[in-house]
């Protein structure tokens, strides 16, 4: 009779009544896609200012070192810093060149090989960086929406009657449960993939900046090689 008088015009299937009215699992579930909802948009707010922050340092860097300053000047200036994007890669393919030549490296081959793992190792750690957090956007997107749907089902099912009057409560608080499912799984799928095309273009450049100073340092190595012969 009650689950009748909750169908009836005018019976409570408010928000929160549907909520206090729910089972214990599925108040669980409610409670853990809200949690979920408020942890995505903390790491899209999170990943959009340190995306910002990151391209900003990249355009500083960019225009330092494109300035014509001597690369010992930037890596004295560098060194003791906390750098990040291509300030990190620089910082460790010249830390690498001065432990090298400080140790009387005679393969140029060698040298060169030692500074690009240096640099491809650094460029892996900023990337890490990057993309940190995103996979959970990813988990949200995908399994939000069906664990709300699954409620539903097991809310209808629990009603073991296919009376409209009996089974709409059930109904209604599934269909909460989804709807906060979708809540927090859709802001995820649109930001995961933003946030990863972006991540993706932040890459592309500090790959071809890293892929350019390999080649200058290989120019200067070639010119100490040439003066020592």
Avoid at 148 to 173: C, D, H, R, Y
Wanted: aromatic share 8%.
């Amino acid at each position: 009779m009650e689950n009748i008088a909750l169908a009836e015009p005018g019976a409570q299937l408010s928000i929160w009544a549907l909520f206090m009215q729910a089972g214990w699992v599925v108040k669980l579930v409610m409670i853990g896609l809200l949690c979920a909802s408020v942890w995505t948009w903390a790491i899209i707010v999170d990943k959009l200012v340190s995306y910002g922050r990151m391209r900003l340092a990249l355009n500083r860097f960019e225009q330092v070192f494109w300035s014509g300053q001597s690369l010992e000047e930037l890596y004295r200036t560098l060194a003791d810093r906390k750098t990040t994007g291509m300030g990190a890669i620089f910082v460790a393919a010249m830390r690498e060149w001065k432990k090298s030549f400080e140790k009387g490296a005679k393969s140029p081959l060698g040298l060169q090989t030692r500074i690009d793992k240096a640099m491809d190792l650094a460029l892996t750690r900023e990337m890490e960086k990057l993309e940190g957090r995103l996979g959970f956007l990813a988990s949200i997107g995908s399994s939000a929406p069906v664990i709300g749907i699954m409620t539903s089902f097991q809310a209808i099912a629990g009603s073991k009657n296919t009376s409209l009057a009996v089974v709409a409560p059930g109904i209604a608080e599934a269909l909460l449960a989804t709807a906060i499912g979708l809540l927090a799984a859709i802001p995820a799928v649109i930001a995961y993939n933003k946030l990863s095309s972006d991540a993706s273009k932040l890459a592309v450049r500090m790959e071809g900046f890293s892929d350019e100073f390999s080649a200058i340092l290989s120019r200067q190595i070639d010119e100490k090689v040439a003066q020592k012969a």
